[in-house]
């Protein structure tokens, strides 16, 4: 059971908007601790999507957002393409455990 | 290019020990944060452990704590798991990632592809 819930899986059709929830408590997203987002396909790194809540790094389509709201955050994914296939996971803080924890991971099919 | 590279990896008998190398190409380790992230087979992302930049703070999963050790080389520009008292449960992939945040908002902008850990009899 992982400390920050997703949704297991999602799916949309090409060109469609899908949203990914992470929801946390007050031990860690609740506390003000920073949400992360993640894509991953198995076999490759893991590639950072979203920092520090709502931020893309260079190179990461504005297609991706990311957003937060007291115990939970949010990653939308617009104008979908088969390409964004993959593993979501979510990141912060807990400070009940002193350590960094991810959700469980949702995996996003592009129909 | 930045990228991380992870060996050590092999199957060990559950008892055993084993040790993990991360080398990066494109940049050197010294003054950065680095951790240690595993997936067990079919499940998600699992933090493991966090060496700060100057090596003065370490940090570990409570499912490692008193058997893993995080370390640094930076005369090598490497860094290390060394893993101890291995478990079954302990069966995953294992990647090095580069800290872009400082702890305890510690975050992951290069991820290595990973090392396969097989702990089985």
């Known amino acids: 059971q992982s400390v920050l819930t997703q949704p297991p899986s999602v799916s949309g059709a090409p060109g469609q908007r899908v949203t990914i929830s992470c929801t946390g408590d007050?031990?860690?997203?609740?506390?003000?601790?920073?949400v992360y987002w993640y894509q991953h396909l198995p076999g490759t790194a893991p590639k950072l999507l979203i920092y520090?809540?709502?931020n893309r790094p260079s190179g990461v389509p504005d297609r991706f957002s990311g957003s937060k709201s007291g115990t939970s955050a949010s990653l939308a994914i617009t104008g979908l393409q088969a390409e964004d296939e993959a593993d979501y996971y979510c990141?912060?803080?807990?400070?009940?455990?002193?350590?960094?924890?991810f959700g469980g991971g949702t995996k996003l099919t592009v129909l | 290019q930045v990228q991380l590279v992870e060996s050590g990896g092999g199957v060990v008998q559950p008892g055993r020990s084993l040790r993990l190398s991360c080398a990066p190409s494109?940049?050197?380790?010294?003054?950065?944060?680095f951790h240690w992230v595993r997936q067990a087979p079919g499940k998600g992302l699992e933090w493991v452990a966090v060496?700060?930049?100057?090596?003065?703070?370490?940090h570990y999963a409570d499912s490692v704590k008193g058997r893993f050790t995080i370390s640094r080389d930076d005369s090598k520009n490497t860094l290390y798991l060394l893993m101890t008292s291995l478990r079954v449960e302990d069966t995953a992939v294992y990647y090095c990632?580069?800290?872009?945040?400082?702890?305890?908002?510690?975050?992951?902008?290069?991820w290595g592809r990973g090392a396969t850990v097989t702990v089985s009899s």
């Open positions: 990632a580069r800290d872009a945040g400082r702890w305890p908002g510690a975050y992951f902008d290069r």
């Open positions: 494109g940049f050197t380790v010294r003054g950065l944060g």
């Open positions: 060496i700060w930049y100057d090596g003065s703070e370490r």
């Open positions: 007050s031990s860690n997203i609740g506390a003000g601790y920073d």
């Open positions: 520090l809540n709502t």
């Open positions: 990141q912060s803080y807990d400070t009940s455990l002193s350590a960094v924890v």
